[in-house]
C-alpha cells in the first residue's frame, strides 16, 4: 500500500509494567473505532430500501426496474469485499475504514440532493455500484483489527459483540425516516407519504455518515505492535491449535493468501456456498419488506419503518445469543450453530409468508399497526426472522477468520463476503423483484424459502466437515 493507507510500523516494546492497562485500554478504543464505525456504514448500505415504495408510488420505476438497480449494490460489494479485503489485510485500518465510509456517505447524498443521481436507471445502477464499492471497504478492516487485538478463545463472544454494530446502524435509516416524516408533517400540516420524502430516506443517512467518519479515524489503531504491545496471543497465553509465529506475525505475500490459505482451503468453500443462501434470505426480507408490507398487508410509512427498524433491533440479542451458544454451549462448533439457527430461521419465513392480510372491509376498524392482529403478527414474525438470521450471518464471518492466519483473515472473510453478495443480494434484490413482478408475492417467496432449505443443506455438510477439519488439526498439533 501507498502514503497514508501503509501499515504502521512496529515499534519497541513500551515497558512491561504498562503493557497490561495500556492493552486493556487500547482494545476497548479500538473496538469503539470498529463498532462505531461499521455501524455507520449501515446508515448507507441499504437505505435505498426505504426509498423504494417512494419511487414506486411517484411512478418513476417498477418493481422489476428497481431490483436491477438494486442489484448493482450487491454485484459491487461482492466484488469490492474481496478485492478490499486483500488490500485491507496490507493497510491501516485506521485510514481504511473511515475513508470508504466517507465515499459511501457521499453517494447516498448526491443521490438524495441532485436530481440528476437519479434521473434514469443507467445513472441510478451506476450510483448504487459505486455505493456498494465504498460499502466493501468496511468489513475487511475490521474483521483484521478484531484478530489482532483479541484472542481465538475470546472470538466468538466479542465478533457476536462487534456484529450487532451493522444492526444497531441499520436501525437508523428507519428512525430517519420517521423524522424525515414528522419533519415534513410540520412544514406541509399532513401525513407524510412514502413518495413524499424517499429523497431524505437517502440524504439524511448519507450526511450522517460522512460525519461519522471524522471521530472514528481519530480513535482507531492499527495492530498491538505499532502501539508498542506484543502479539495478542503471547499477551493473553492463548495460541490456536495450528498456530506458527513466522505465519500468523509476520506479512504474507498476495500469492500465499490467495492461493494458499483461500482457494486451497476447502471448508472455507463450504461455508461460502452457504452464505449465498443465508444473505438470500438476510436481503431477501430487508429489501423487499417496505414494498411487500405496502401493497400486501396494508402497512403505512410508519408502519413499515417501524417494521424494517425493529427487524434490524432484533438482530441484536439474536446474535449475541447465536455467538455464547457456538462459544460456551457448542464449544467453537460455528457449523452446528449456523444449521440449528438456518432451520429456525427457514421457518419464520413460511409463517411471515403464510400470515393472511388484513380484509380490506377491517381496514378501517384499525387505527395503527400495532391495533391491527393481523399486521402485528406481521410485525412479530419479520422481527423473530431478524432474530434469528444474523446469527448464521455472523457465524460464517467469524469461521472464515479463524480458518486463515491473521495476515489472511480479512481476505478468507471477503472471500466468503464475495459469494453471499454476489450470488445472496444480487439474487435478493433481481430474482426476488422479477420473482414477484412476473409470479405475485407468492413467486418472491417461493425463491426464499427455498434458498433457506439450500442453505441449511449446506451447513450441515459444513458441520460434518468441521469435524473432520478440528480432528485433523488434533493429529497434527497435538492438544495444547
Given at each position: 500500500m501507498f502514503g497514508p493507507f501503509k501499515p504502521a510500523p512496529h515499534i519497541a516494546e513500551l515497558p512491561a509494567e504498562k503493557i497490561d492497562s495500556t492493552y486493556r485500554r487500547l482494545r476497548w478504543q479500538v473496538f469503539a473505532g470498529i463498532f462505531f464505525g461499521y455501524a455507520a456504514y449501515y446508515f448507507v448500505r441499504a437505505n435505498f430500501d426505504l426509498a423504494q415504495p417512494g419511487l414506486i408510488q411517484a411512478g418513476l420505476y417498477t418493481k422489476a426496474e428497481l431490483g436491477v438497480i438494486g442489484s448493482a449494490a450487491g454485484l459491487a460489494y461482492g466484488l469490492s469485499k474481496f478485492v478490499m479485503a486483500g488490500m485491507s489485510d496490507r493497510s491501516n485500518p485506521r485510514v481504511f475504514l473511515p475513508f470508504g465510509l466517507l465515499l459511501s456517505g457521499l453517494c447516498m447524498t448526491l443521490m438524495g440532493l441532485f436530481p440528476w443521481a437519479t434521473s434514469g436507471i443507467a445513472i441510478m445502477w451506476a450510483m448504487i455500484f459505486l455505493n456498494g464499492w465504498f460499502q466493501g471497504m468496511g468489513w475487511p478492516p475490521c474483521g483484521r483489527t478484531m484478530v489482532h487485538w483479541w484472542s481465538k478463545s475470546e472470538r466468538g463472544t466479542i465478533v457476536?459483540?462487534?456484529?450487532?454494530?451493522?444492526?444497531?446502524?441499520?436501525?437508523?435509516?428507519?428512525a430517519m425516516v420517521l423524522l424525515a416524516s414528522a419533519v415534513f408533517f410540520s412544514t406541509h400540516g399532513i401525513e407524510a407519504q412514502a413518495k413524499d420524502i424517499w429523497q431524505q430516506s437517502l440524504y439524511y443517512p448519507g450526511i450522517a455518515a460522512m460525519i461519522c467518519a471524522i471521530p472514528v479515524y481519530f480513535v482507531m489503531r492499527d495492530t498491538p505492535q505499532s502501539c508498542g504491545l506484543p502479539s495478542i496471543e503471547k499477551w493473553r497465553n492463548d495460541?490456536?491449535?495450528d498456530y506458527n509465529e513466522k505465519t500468523y506475525e509476520n506479512d504474507l505475500s498476495t500469492k500465499e493468501i490467495f492461493v494458499t490459505y483461500v482457494l486451497k482451503n476447502k471448508l472455507l468453500w463450504y461455508i461460502a456456498l452457504a452464505n449465498v443462501f443465508v444473505y438470500l434470505i438476510r436481503y431477501g426480507v430487508l429489501k423487499w419488506s417496505p414494498v411487500y408490507l405496502s401493497e400486501v398487508k396494508h402497512f403505512n410509512i410508519k408502519g413499515t419503518a417501524w417494521a424494517y427498524t425493529i427487524y434490524e433491533l432484533a438482530a441484536v440479542p439474536g446474535t449475541l445469543l447465536c455467538g455464547w451458544v457456538s462459544d460456551k454451549v457448542f464449544k467453537g462448533k460455528r457449523g452446528?450453530?449456523?444449521f440449528i439457527f438456518m432451520i429456525l430461521t427457514t421457518a419464520a419465513v413460511v409463517a411471515y409468508w403464510m400470515n393472511p392480510a388484513t380484509p380490506e372491509a377491517e381496514l378501517a376498524n384499525y387505527?395503527?399497526?400495532y391495533q391491527n392482529p393481523y399486521q402485528l403478527t406481521d410485525f412479530i414474525l419479520m422481527t423473530l426472522i431478524g432474530f434469528l438470521?444474523?446469527?448464521p450471518v455472523m457465524l460464517i464471518g467469524l469461521h472464515a477468520l479463524e480458518l486463515a492466519p491473521k495476515k489472511a483473515a480479512g481476505t478468507a472473510a471477503g472471500f466468503t463476503g464475495l459469494f453471499g453478495y454476489l450470488g445472496g443480494t444480487v439474487s435478493a434484490s433481481a430474482v426476488i423483484g422479477w420473482a414477484?413482478?412476473?409470479y405475485g408475492w407468492d413467486g418472491g417467496f417461493y425463491?426464499?424459502?427455498g434458498g433457506g432449505i439450500l442453505a441449511v443443506l449446506l451447513l450441515l455438510i459444513v458441520m460434518v466437515e468441521e469435524g473432520k477439519h478440528k480432528a485433523k488439526l488434533g493429529d497434527t498439533y497435538g492438544t495444547k
Open positions: 457476536s459483540i462487534w456484529n450487532t454494530a451493522h444492526n444497531i446502524g441499520g436501525m437508523m435509516p428507519g495460541y490456536p491449535d452446528l450453530t449456523g387505527s395503527a399497526w438470521i444474523y446469527g414477484a413482478q412476473h425463491v426464499m424459502i
